[in-house]
């Protein structure tokens, strides 16, 4: 990955997000208070408008605009958890270009910034569910180049935001349901999904 | 969807708009999201701040004022405020005798808070922070993230803001806040969902004859779904879920919310608080002091909350100091 | 129709029930359905009395106390009192310096209050009448029973209530009070129909992105139907629909009140607030002092009304005396 | 007319005002608030129960408490309308029987109490509409005696009521309406074909 990767990964992020924003907040609607969409889509627009303006020299640039404008964006639970999340990764990736391996261990700092943060483990529905499994299989393919990595990312966080639809909420507002949140696929870890799904995108495209 | 606004998107700043110019004693900071009391303190106490997503208006944004709170951040609509906002509150406010931030039980409420408590910290401010987590509604607590803040915000805020009006010193003013939480408990009832301006349709679809049991104020659905029922049934099964949970006596006093949820007439709410001290009276407590309105809305939800905060003369007294805000006001 | 209701035949009942618990500076003789002071003046002085159908609360219950009114008498739902509710009332709080009723005009209100007000001068009691009919959207008076008496009702019971308490005479009082009325222009906007308890369904059909303009409050439809617009622009008609039949010139004074109708949220009555004063400001009319919340509602109908009273000092001083009452309280 | 006759009367109006109670509220959610139903049986049930307790010894006792009844019961428009008016019939039959033509005299007196307080004319959609044409068909067909008197002014409140339905209301609040109140039946004048109607009913029966 290199810097102008990094950007491309954060545009082809925010144009998802603004497509796919009715579909999280329905997500949302059914187990929380139906503004992950829209929460995300205002971070996002807020953090193109930061980096049109920036002329970013290292992935880290890129990545810690993105993490701290989410954080002054965004609000709520997303807002903090990702932000955290891109800024833990930009400050392990201070340099202009990062091999697979090292991308991995910055996509780890971030899934590390994110249960220091919320306390959430694997399992209790939430972004970590889509995360965690994702950056295991980043890591365990990150041998075999970046876009066998990022693939294999793509579809364990797939798989993980699926893997939610069964389980009882333990953190965040879907907790309060009880019971109620299961049957329901997790918004977080949907929009986590849709990160590394527009990484592989990008990857691909490069 | 039908409301009162030129767009979604403007909502908030709108708003903000209105009531600054409806309330010249209000200095309103539209761009950065902070309303504080126009002027500074005259001597130098204890800043009490709050803030949570909008939409539950009055609170908190019309909280802010003498005995009261010194600055309010509202998010967007059922969004908590973002870090920035909450330090830029706390820069303006601050007097050097230490900030109070009464933080409503949300993670994202709690996480924001405490990126700008870290943040506050390290400019030198000491920071308090009082949890808010009064909604028995929210059972069992290994298997969530424990219980929400609902209206007992107001009771936290009311009282904190009387003890640091009066000069009391930052830890006390933080424990007292604590123990006005520990004392409390809420629970509410939905009669149909609220619909925000970003989504534009209900939270979530309410038969005609169904209601939400233990719904959240921000269109978070609620325990179950029952049929609904006459007034006096609704409210006798509110108060014994609360008295389950509180370790209230015969003989004990409370202050009672009869909270409007935003689409209740005020006169259904009057009818539920005349149930509200039939049914604690049979249970020998009294309500010593209450409030009946719209305090801690969720938009134009129609249903209602109560909160039962049990009583001693010292949260008596603080309760009963002076208060001059847009919404609450006595002397 | 869902409602926090025992019933519909005892529903005021009940609210008066919780009224009195909660207010125990109010006297609230349930049986007879009057409201009034706790305790009796220490002297003599006019006695201000209002009264009307409910479901407009916190209108006319909750703006009894000092400064205020001495009594109101609450009908059935969107119903007007009767006269033996009103007699009583008058008998309760007179002192012999004479009593004003205030009355909204509508046929029954005034038809039952004339037939109390013969009965009262009958037993000796000196009557004067103020007739509040602000509501600009009723149009032809030789076509119809005259405007509607609205949110005008507000400002006339405040100013009348604080020149009673300052002791001026009969006359006197019910002048200001015509003069305040005379000075007042009203005007709403329905986002949807009010439900009566006793009919269950709401009072008439409105699409989802309809509204009613110039909409009465007891569900009375309006002057005509219109598509749903951003809030600007329906205040801007709002405005210009009672600036065109109000003699206010530029460098003019208002009391401004933005009155909920009962199911819209605070947010967005500050929306409408911030439209209403950008738009008098354009036309250089400055707002001296204002009213922002749910003050003459109807059930829970969205939708908003503006009043706008012409001030002058005299007007202003009075608007500002202390006033001491569950919905209006200042010092 | 007797007073069994008048008690017969009040008896039949207050069951026959429970039966249409939807119905008149209905007429009055088109052009009004929607409670002229709900009121007419709140006063007409507490007539019952004033009656049930009184023993009159005259027409004029019948009325007279139907009359003060409905003016302490019922509020808005029709209540003191319709008070007023069987105030002003019981004032005019003080004795225990009464011959059509004193009973034609006495709805004059109704219909001229409806008037005083009100202030309505013929032709301004109230309950003038149905009220004054009864009152002429009843004196007109006097002398046939008292059922056919009483069909008489049945059937012209009836046709009374029907023609409201294109007039633009003047008095009472479907005035409010302007033009929007024409091609509603008014539910006052409605009310009163039911009076009349019962009026007929009990005679026959008698
Ligand atoms: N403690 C937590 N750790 C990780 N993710 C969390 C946590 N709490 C909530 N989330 C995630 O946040 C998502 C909701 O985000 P959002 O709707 O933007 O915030 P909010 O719940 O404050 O409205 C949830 O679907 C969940 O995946
Ligand atoms: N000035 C009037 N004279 C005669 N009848 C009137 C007058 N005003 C109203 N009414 C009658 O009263 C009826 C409405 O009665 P009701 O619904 O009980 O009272 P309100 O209008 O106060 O709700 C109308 O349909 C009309 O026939
Ligand atoms: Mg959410
Ligand atoms: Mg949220
Ligand atoms: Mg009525
Ligand atoms: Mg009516």
Redesign the pocket.
């Known amino acids: 990955m290199d810097t102008e990767l990094a950007l491309a990964w954060i545009r082809e992020t925010a144009a998802a997000v603004e497509r796919q924003e009715s579909y999280l907040t329905e997500l949302?609607s059914a187990i929380?208070?139906g503004?992950?969409g829209s929460?995300?889509r205002r971070g996002f627009t807020a953090v193109i408008t930061a980096l049109d303006t920036l002329e970013p020299d290292s992935i880290g640039a890129v990545l810690a605009k993105t993490g701290t404008t989410l954080i002054s964006k965004?609000g709520?639970?997303?807002?903090p958890?990702y932000g955290s999340a891109f800024r833990a990764m930009g400050k392990a990736l201070p340099q202009a270009t990062a091999t697979p391996a090292e991308l991995a261990a910055a996509l780890a700092e971030g899934l590390l910034a994110?249960q220091q943060l919320?306390?959430?483990a694997p399992g209790?529905?939430?972004?970590?569910d889509a995360w965690a499994p994702a950056t295991a299989a980043f890591e365990a393919a990150a041998a075999d180049g970046l876009p066998s990595a990022a693939d294999a990312a793509d579809a364990a966080a797939a798989q993980g935001a699926r893997d939610t639809v069964p389980l009882q909420a333990r953190?965040?507002?879907?907790s309060y349901l009880g019971p109620r949140s299961t049957g329901h696929q997790?918004?977080?870890?949907t929009s986590t999904a849709l990160l590394f799904h527009t990484l592989a995108q990008v990857t691909h495209a490069a | 969807m039908k409301k009162l606004i030129n767009s979604p998107e403007t909502v908030l700043t709108d708003a903000l708009t209105g009531l600054a110019a409806a309330h010249p004693e209000l200095a309103v900071d539209i761009p950065n999201r902070v309303i504080s009391r126009a002027g500074r303190p005259g001597r130098p106490k204890v800043a009490v701040i709050s803030g949570g997503g909008s939409g539950h208006e009055p609170l908190h944004s019309c909280f802010v004022g003498r005995g009261m709170l010194d600055a309010a951040c509202p998010g967007e609509v059922?969004?908590?405020p973002v870090p920035d906002q909450v330090l830029t509150a706390v820069q303006r406010v601050h007097s050097g005798s230490g900030v109070v931030l009464i933080v409503k039980n949300?993670?994202?409420d709690v996480m924001n808070f405490q990126l700008a408590a870290e943040l506050a910290a390290e400019e030198g401010v000491e920071i308090r922070t009082v949890l808010v987590d009064d909604d028995v509604a929210v059972e069992d607590s290994t298997w969530t993230?424990g219980r929400r803040g609902t209206g007992a915000t107001v009771m936290v805020e009311k009282i904190t803001g009387a003890l640091a009006e009066r000069g009391a010193p930052l830890d006390q003013v933080a424990e007292t806040g604590r123990r006005v939480n520990a004392a409390s408990r809420s629970f509410a009832v939905a009669l149909t969902a609220a619909t925000t301006p970003a989504v534009g349709k209900p939270g979530f679809d309410l038969p005609e004859d169904e209601i939400e049991i233990g719904v959240g104020i921000?269109g978070e659905p609620g325990r179950r779904r029952e049929r609904h029922r006459p007034a006096a049934e609704l409210v006798a099964e509110v108060v014994d879920t609360i008295l389950a949970d509180h370790e209230l006596t015969a003989g004990d006093e409370v202050i009672a919310l009869v909270n409007g949820l935003g689409g209740t007439p005020l006169l259904e709410l009057y009818v539920v608080y005349g149930e509200v001290r039939a049914r604690l009276a049979e249970r020998g407590v009294r309500i010593a002091r209450n409030l009946v309105g719209n305090y801690v809305t969720s938009l134009d939800m129609a249903g209602f909350s109560l909160t039962l905060t049990k009583a001693d003369p010292e949260l008596l007294e603080l309760w009963d100091a002076p208060v001059a805000t847009p919404a609450l006001n006595w002397s």
């Open positions: 949302d929380g208070d503004d992950h929460n995300l965004v709520g639970a997303s807002g958890l994110i919320g306390g959430a209790d529905k939430t972004i970590v953190k965040g507002r879907a997790d918004p977080g870890a | 059922f969004t908590s949300y993670t994202g993230a921000h």
